[in-house]
C-alpha cells in the first residue's frame, strides 16, 4: 500500500506570495495532521482534520489555513509568505487522529522563502 | 504546559555498540502515550517504539527498548547492536489524552561508525 504522499517535494517562493502544498493519507485513514520543521528543530504541530472538520490547531498565525476533501485528501495554504515560513512541512495521517494512534508521515515538502 | 526535552544534540556510536538516547517530558496529565521516531537522512520520519503511559512494562521492538520511568518523567531510547542503517534524526514525542497533536523534541542526531 501506498504511504503517505506530499507534493511537490520542493518549492521557492518568495516574500509576500501564497503556496499551496497538498497531501495524501494512507487508504483508509480518515485523519490528517500538519507540522511545520524548522532547520534543527522538531516538527511543531500546525493542524489537524478529520472528517473534513478542523479538530485541532496549533499556534500559527492566520495567514495558515487548511482543509481536507472528501477523499481524506488535504491541502495547508499559508498566505503572505515571510522569509521564516522557510521549512520542511510535513503531513501525517492516521486512522482517526486519536492520540494514542501512531502517526504516519510522508516525506515532506521543502519551502523556501527567498 | 507540555514539554519534551532531548539534552542530546548528537551522539555517536561505533557499530555494534549499544547506546542510549535521553528524554524527559514534563505533564500534569494522567492519560498519555510517548513515541520515538526516526529521520533519516531521506527525511521519511518512521516509528521506532511507543509507550503508553499506563502500561508498566517497557514496550520492545527487536533491538529497540525504552526504559519509561514515570515518576522522573524519563522516557530513554536504547538501541542495542547498532547499524549502520540506525543512523538519522531521532525524536520524542508525547501525546495525552483528548488532544490530537504530537508535541516533539528537538532531536537528537545519531551517527553510528563503521
Known amino acids: 500500500d501506498a504511504g503517505v504522499t506530499q507534493s511537490p517535494t520542493h518549492l521557492i517562493k518568495t516574500r509576500g506570495q501564497h503556496v499551496t502544498l497538498r497531501c495524501s493519507p494512507i487508504s483508509g485513514h480518515k485523519s490528517v495532521s500538519w507540522y511545520q520543521q524548522v532547520l534543527g528543530q522538531g516538527p511543531q504541530f500546525i493542524f489537524q482534520?478529520?472528517?473534513?472538520?478542523?479538530?485541532g490547531r496549533g499556534n500559527f498565525p492566520d495567514r495558515f489555513s487548511a482543509r481536507q476533501f472528501p477523499n481524506y485528501s488535504s491541502e495547508l495554504n499559508v498566505n503572505a509568505l515571510l522569509l521564516g515560513d522557510s521549512a520542511l512541512y510535513l503531513c501525517?495521517?492516521?486512522?482517526?487522529?486519536?492520540?494514542?494512534?501512531?502517526?504516519?508521515f510522508g516525506d515532506g515538502t521543502r519551502l523556501s522563502i527567498l | 504546559a507540555q514539554t519534551v526535552t532531548q539534552s542530546q544534540p548528537e551522539m555517536s556510536v561505533q557499530e555494534a555498540e549499544t547506546v542510549t538516547l535521553s528524554c524527559t517530558y514534563d505533564?500534569?496529565?494522567?492519560?498519555?502515550?510517548l513515541f520515538w521516531y526516526k529521520q533519516p537522512p531521506s527525511r521519511q520520519m518512521i516509528l521506532v517504539i511507543r509507550q503508553e503511559a499506563y502500561k508498566q512494562q517497557n514496550a520492545t521492538e527487536n533491538r529497540f527498548s525504552v526504559n519509561f520511568q514515570k515518576a522522573a518523567k524519563s522516557f530513554s531510547l536504547k538501541i542495542s547492536d547498532s547499524q549502520l542503517g540506525d543512523t538519522a534524526m531521532y525524536f520524542c514525542a508525547f501525546s495525552y489524552s483528548g488532544t490530537y497533536k504530537y508535541i516533539f523534541g528537538t532531536g537528537t542526531r545519531l551517527k553510528v561508525l563503521a
Open positions: 482534520y478529520y472528517e473534513k472538520e478542523e479538530r
Open positions: 505533564t500534569s496529565e494522567n492519560n498519555y502515550y
Open positions: 501525517a495521517s492516521s486512522i482517526t487522529g486519536a492520540s494514542n494512534q501512531p502517526q504516519h
